[in-house]
């Protein structure tokens, strides 16, 4: 009669034999596995990780930081109140000893855009309060395109630029210095007729601002800072 078919094809029932290896090889073999094996070390990222917007204000209240507002009202009612206006105090300063913008009358037909602070809480790489930060922004979300501004592009740095120099730097034992511009975009002229409100708690008659300077929150801000 016919034998029943090998439910397990080619090796049966996959019970084979293997050729001994030399003595040579098990003797190499055995003393590998005996020897330790060393383990790198994990490689850990340096970035700095930030909390959701959403988890912002537990985060802070954990850390025993006081919350950052979000409108100039919740400035002026916080219990840090007198931070927050020393810091625009200081951003108005900056702004008026560039010549940022001139007070005048709206012209007939003429539309004003809104200008709102922006509040930070520097801290240290400890976690400790370095200082306060308050930003005057413009709404650029309310500007006319081709009327309030034209062209926005602006070129940016890439990383693979930035990664290419610091090896050069590193290969070359070079000394590399870091510095921050201090409302860099107010450095940058603006060739529009724009105008703008004037910032809160700083109302100075029923007048506006005309821009001469660029502000951040414009859309062609990076650009004529660029330029």
Not at 95 to 106: A, C, P, V
Not at 107 to 128: C, E, F, Q, R, S
Not at 169 to 186: E, N, P, R
Request: charge should be neutral; hydrophobic fraction near 35%.
């Amino acid at each position: 009669s016919t034998p029943p078919a090998n439910p397990f094809g080619l090796y049966g029932d996959r019970s084979f034999s293997r050729s001994p290896s030399p003595p040579g090889d098990r003797d190499q073999a055995g003393s590998n596995a005996a020897a330790p094996q060393q383990q790198e070390p994990v490689r850990r990222s340096g970035r700095v990780s930030h909390p959701p917007v959403r988890l912002q204000p537990t985060m802070a209240a954990l850390r025993g930081l006081p919350l950052e507002p979000a409108t100039y009202d919740q400035a002026m009612q916080s219990e840090e109140a007198s931070y927050w206006r020393a810091a625009m105090d200081d951003e108005i300063a900056s702004l008026e000893d560039n010549n940022t913008w001139t007070y005048t009358t709206l012209p007939p037909g003429g539309k004003a855009i809104d200008l709102k602070w922006v509040y930070k809480i520097k801290t240290t790489a400890a976690g400790d309060i370095d200082r306060y930060k308050a930003r005057l922004v413009v709404k650029g979300f309310m500007q006319r395109g081709g009327v309030d501004y034209g062209e926005v592009f602006a070129p940016v740095s890439k990383y693979p630029t930035l990664r290419a120099l610091l090896a050069l730097v590193a290969s070359q034992d070079l000394v590399m210095h870091q510095l921050d511009i201090k409302t860099a975009f107010l450095n940058g002229d603006i060739d529009e007729e724009i105008y703008v409100t004037q910032p809160p708690g700083y109302a100075n008659g029923g007048l506006v601002c005309r821009l001469h300077r660029s502000l951040y929150g414009l859309r062609q801000a990076p650009r004529a800072w660029h330029m």
